[in-house]
Nanobody
Framework: QVQLAESGGGSVQAGGSLTVSCVGSGDSLMNRRVAWFRQAPGKERAGIAA????????DYVGSVVGRFTISRDVAKNTVHLQMNSLKPEDTAMYFCATEKRFTGGDWTNEHIYGYWGQGTQVTVSS
């Protein structure tokens, strides 16, 4: 059983930066593919970034490329999402997730993830 807990959300003006973090317990996140999703009001939850286990390969959706960076801290068993040049459309609840067992499936597909955090709110004002 893996538990995930997000932190670091908050309010920021457009153009600003924020880092959200996902700390894991119950297993090492360094051996797992961990993804960040976000859900804006009235919209479906969407994957935005992922970091793979052993290889540390990173993937991003187009809307965040060049602005967001996913990374991990081995010592703290934590995955970070650094967000720069934030826009009002980045406003959402941000969740981290990891699979119960690695499937190799499409990382943007929320249905392959069996462990989720409770989410942290990010609000970007114009």
């Amino acid at each position: 059983q893996v538990q995930l807990a997000e932190s670091g959300g908050g309010s920021v003006q457009a153009g600003g930066s924020l880092t959200v973090s996902c700390v894991g317990s119950g297993d090492s996140l360094m051996n797992r593919r961990v993804a960040w999703f976000r859900q804006a009001p009235g919209k479906e939850r969407a994957g935005i970034a992922a970091i793979w286990g052993v290889s540390a390969r990173t993937d991003y959706v187009g809307s965040v490329v060049g602005r967001f960076t996913i990374s991990r801290d081995v010592a703290k068993n934590t995955v970070h999402l650094q967000m720069n040049s934030l826009k009002p459309e980045d406003t959402a609840m941000y969740f981290c997730a990891t699979e119960k067992r690695f499937t190799g499936g499409d990382w943007t597909n929320e249905h392959i993830y069996g462990y989720w955090g409770q989410g942290t709110q990010v609000t970007v004002s114009s």
